[in-house]
């Protein structure tokens, strides 16, 4: 028989051909075992952070003397996080053993940061912040994943610019499961004063050359105020200017508040005086046309502003 290297069951027979002395016989069938060994499988699984592509388990099957035998089948491979067991199977064939196992492919997250824009408002009394635009950063490729949600809010109530955060803001898309959030970069946007109405009302008539000073009421509509503060609080001690046919006094008037009604004074100075009187020629009040005084100011707190205006008959005369 020939030299037998595989495994299997092999029977070999004694055979003596005999001599001058001695007949020729054969001996009984004998039977040589030869099993199949243990291949050398060394199958590794993998972690990594997701990247788009698939991945698996890596591995080698080796027999006697090192060489590749029998066929290593490395099982499923994984793209999205979490990723799973991939099931590995070698089947020896004829001399080595099959075997079979589990190992674990993990697929970690992405981390990305989110950034956004807040737009700008009129004072509101609250921090609230409205979200213009948001985006994120880190993004793969063509994978679908949304900045969703969250609450915007400004540093400080009042008027101003402002930083603004975005808080609670999660992603969406059919890959965001493959994204962890990490951050959302803070904005900035501005508060801008509330304006605020009201009436005002002057003397009847005005005479440039004569009268000291020109005084006003103004009657505030509170229904305009949003923080709960009252007109005193708001404009008691603000300081008002005055603008007469397109051109502005450069003295500024404080207010008083009294009986609910803000109260302004500016005196007549010869500035003033010469402001008023580019405004008529009339020498009497019964011909003195009708002029606007504008009156304009910031409430105390910066807030709001406040615009009102009073008509007077103003003349120019020193009979």
Do not use: C
Request: charged share 10%; proline share 1%.
């Amino acid at each position: 028989m020939a030299d037998q290297t595989n495994a299997g069951t092999y029977y070999v027979t004694a055979h003596y051909t005999g001599d001058a002395n001695h007949n020729a016989s054969d001996g009984a069938a004998v039977a040589i075992v030869i099993n199949q060994a243990d291949a050398t499988v060394n199958v590794n699984g993998y972690t990594g952070v997701y990247d788009t592509a698939y991945h698996g388990a890596t591995g080698s099957a080796t027999g006697v003397g090192g060489v590749s035998v029998g066929m290593l089948n490395l099982g499923a491979t994984f793209k999205n996080v979490p990723g799973g067991m991939a099931h590995w199977t070698f089947e020896g064939g004829a001399n080595y053993l099959d075997e079979q196992g589990y190992v674990a492919i993990n697929i970690l997250a992405r981390h990305i940061t989110g950034r956004f824009t807040a737009a700008d408002k009129i004072y509101d009394g609250n921090v609230s912040a409205t979200v213009l635009t948001r985006s994120l950063i880190g993004v793969l490729g063509t994978d679908v994943v949304n900045l969703t949600g969250g609450t915007a809010k400004f540093a400080s109530k009042n008027v101003g610019t402002w930083t603004v955060t975005l808080t609670s803001a999660t992603l969406t898309g059919v890959d965001a499961g493959n994204y962890a959030l990490d951050s959302v970069a803070t904005t900035t946007a501005k508060i801008t004063p509330k304006a605020l109405t009201g009436s005002a009302t002057t003397q009847s008539a005005l005479n440039i050359a004569k009268d000291g000073t020109v005084s006003f009421r103004i009657d505030l509509n509170a229904s305009g105020i949003v923080d709960g503060q009252n007109v005193a609080q708001l404009f008691d001690g603000a300081w008002f200017r005055l603008t007469v046919g397109g051109q502005t006094y450069s003295v500024q008037a404080q207010a008083s508040v009294n009986g609910g009604g803000i109260h302004v004074k500016f005196s007549m100075s010869n500035e003033l005086k010469a402001i008023l009187a580019a405004n008529t020629t009339a020498t009497n009040a019964s011909n003195a046309p009708t002029v606007a005084f504008t009156l304009e100011a910031a409430s105390r707190d910066g807030n709001y502003t406040l615009q009102a205006t009073a008509w007077t008959r103003l003349f120019n005369t020193t009979k």
